[in-house]
């Protein structure tokens, strides 16, 4: 009995949090890859430079910190003309998709999540950030009509309290 109403309160935290099964990366983690690629640029091969440069733009997107995951977004921007193969693309679609699904354009994250599907069907981690961004939209959704409502009913509340006054 305590664990299903501790499943039930999680479930409402989580609603209202936003919990979702994207990871986070901590700025430890960052500073280390920003170390990785500036050793890397140092005259390794542009195979070695280019995949810390990976390594960094998922930690950045995965940052709690929002300039980081607005920094990974416009480094994986930039680069996204220099993808040679359909995996190197399906890889920065969809960590762009993070950033944006992180930094609450929820659009934009679903609209670059359904590229990288169309490079990779049936892709488990694009087909699970998909259906997170449809639940956050759907959430968002529900908790918009709720204030909708709530802001409705408190103004005819309050007009029917002022035609009673006057009556």
């Not at 416009?74 to 998709?97: D, H, I, N, T, W």
């Amino acid at each position: 009995m305590d664990a299903k109403i501790g499943k039930f309160f999680e479930s409402i935290g989580d609603f209202f949090t936003g919990g979702d099964q994207i990871p986070w990366c901590d700025s430890d983690i960052v500073a280390g890859c920003e170390r990785e690629v500036a050793e890397a640029e140092k005259g390794s091969s542009d195979e070695l430079k280019s995949e810390c440069i990976m390594r960094l733009s998922w930690a950045l997107v995965h940052s709690k910190r929002p300039e980081d995951v607005q920094r990974g977004i416009a480094m994986l921007e930039a680069s996204l003309g220099g993808s040679s193969s359909p995996l190197q693309m399906r890889e920065k679609l969809y960590l762009l998709a993070v950033g944006y699904y992180r930094s609450g354009d929820y659009p934009r994250s679903r609209q670059l999540v359904d590229r990288c599907l169309e490079i990779a069907p049936d892709w488990r981690q694009a087909l699970t950030l998909k259906k997170t961004i449809e639940e956050k939209i759907t959430k968002d959704g529900v908790i918009g009509i709720g204030i909708a409502a709530t802001a409705v009913g408190v103004l005819v509340g309050g007009i029917a309290a002022a035609l009673a006054r006057k009556n």
